[in-house]
């Protein structure tokens, strides 16, 4: 899918800040697509464990980015970038109710999208994957963003850079340290740090 118009996106934001329910319901249908399809990469589960659709996501994610205050957003990347970190909530909630009602441990796992993806680490359990980033950004709060950024909202780097406010060859330094930072913790390198 085509990305929204990101001026026409702009002013709808703005639109929607100052309480037009007619802007906010436009900007939901025209950045729908894009938050499916976003949700859909970030999370495509395998078919035999999966209890949580695209579709249920974007709607939960969106719940938590419709009020105005939470639209208080400069442009279409910055609107993404909070919907990546609502669609992590909406995953990671999801995966500790998933935790609490089995009470054996049972997580679920996620597939990473394939630019998010730790080398070698094909499906992630989503509790564990946010205890690293949880980690990761004790570590550097700018490399855990990026990889937010990345993963949940699907930006490219360039993308990325104009959202943190670097170049995009410091943004692609800092992803493949953060890549391979994950790597080593997803595959339980980083024990008890």
């Known amino acids: 899918m085509a990305p929204s118009d990101p001026g026409d996106i702009t002013r709808l934001l703005s639109l929607a800040r100052a309480n037009d329910p007619r802007a906010s319901d436009e900007l939901f249908q025209r950045l729908y697509g894009e938050l ?13 464990g999966h209890t949580l659709q695209p579709t249920a996501i974007v709607h939960e994610a969106w719940i938590k980015l419709a009020a105005p205050a939470a639209l208080a957003v400069n442009d279409r990347e910055h609107f993404l970038a909070l919907a990546a970190r609502a669609m992590r909530q909406v995953l990671v909630d999801h995966a500790r109710g998933k935790q609490r009602e089995k009470r054996d441990g049972g997580r679920e796992a996620i597939s990473l999208h394939d630019a998010a993806a730790p ?44 959202i943190v406010g670097l170049s995009s060859s410091s943004v692609d330094r800092e992803w493949s340290f953060a890549r391979a930072w994950l790597s080593e913790a997803l595959a339980g390198g980083f024990e008890d740090e």
């Open 36 to 48: 499916r399809a976003l949700a859909g990469a970030a999370m495509q589960r395998d078919q035999a």
């Open 119 to 162: 080398a070698g680490m094909a499906e992630v359990d989503v509790l564990v994957l946010e205890e690293a980033l949880e980690r990761l950004a004790r570590y550097s709060a700018l490399k855990a963003r990026i990889v937010e950024l990345r993963f949940f909202a699907g930006l490219s780097i360039d993308e990325v850079a104009s």
